[in-house]
């Protein structure tokens, strides 16, 4: 099946740092990639959904500016967490698409999440 | 109020024995609902999907139920495993036009116990 990786899996940082993350989709083309932020015991919450050559969607009451998106290419989306504070530590999940052979858009493609980046700022 | 309930919160279970985890909806229109696994740390991986016309679905010893009618939709374990334990998330795509948005239950916790 398809694979979605992320890059790093985890990382630590100090207060006021940047981190990016990367997701990459190993083996098929991902016109749309998105991503999510997990707390602990909750759920995923989407964050935003990045398009290929154009800029992310946010979802209301994420930051545009803070949470960077960067969908450079088919297969690599980047999510860029600008000075980072502690209440930013997640698990930050990005997942992709697979384009259905024969529809387009029609709900049904499987989305394949990556492993996860566990982000902790002190 | 979230839109995707699901129950029970955590479940404990010996290893052989059966389970069903529970999926109550309110998303509509409703495009499919899923069923994913997610181990610790992890990514969710997808177990099964099913459109509103589909009754049941299997995958190994997953099996999923879909009654579009009620909004309603169970996930039943068979002969559990140990490495069955995970988060086992039900996630409800929400269908509007153009834009399908995913709507994800809280999850439930399982831990199988040998």
């Known amino acids: 099946g398809a694979v979605v990786s992320q890059h790093p899996s985890r990382v630590i940082c100090k207060s006021g740092t940047s981190v990016k993350i990367e997701c990459r989709s190993l083996?098929?083309?991902?016109?749309?990639m998105f991503w999510y932020r997990q707390f602990p015991k909750q759920s995923l919450m989407l964050m935003a959904t990045s398009n290929e050559g154009s800029k992310a969607t946010y979802e209301q009451g994420v930051e545009k500016d803070k949470f960077l998106i960067n969908h450079a290419s088919l297969t690599l989306s980047t999510l860029t967490v600008t000075s980072a504070h502690p209440e930013d530590s997640s698990f930050y999940i990005c997942?992709?698409?697979?384009?259905?052979?024969?529809?387009?858009?029609?709900?049904?493609?499987?989305?394949?999440f990556g492993p996860g980046t566990r982000l902790l700022v002190l | 109020k979230n839109q995707v309930e699901q129950s029970p919160q955590s479940l404990i279970i010996l290893e052989g024995k059966n389970c069903t985890l529970q999926c109550n909806y309110t998303v509509s229109p409703f495009s499919n609902l899923r069923w994913y696994k997610q181990d610790t740390g992890r990514g969710p991986v997808s177990l099964t999907i099913m459109t509103f016309s589909e009754n049941t679905k299997s995958n190994g010893r997953y099996t999923a139920t879909l009654d579009a009618d009620t909004k309603q939709s169970s996930l039943h374990i068979t002969a559990s495993q140990l490495s069955d334990s995970a988060s086992y998330i039900c996630?409800?795509?929400?269908?509007?036009?153009?834009?399908?948005?995913?709507?994800f239950g809280a999850g439930t916790r399982l831990a199988v116990h040998p």
């Open positions: 997942s992709a698409t697979e384009p259905h052979p024969h529809l387009a858009g029609g709900g049904q493609e499987t989305q394949y």
């Open positions: 083996d098929f083309q991902a016109t749309t």
């Open positions: 996630v409800v795509r929400e269908f509007s036009g153009g834009y399908n948005k995913l709507i």
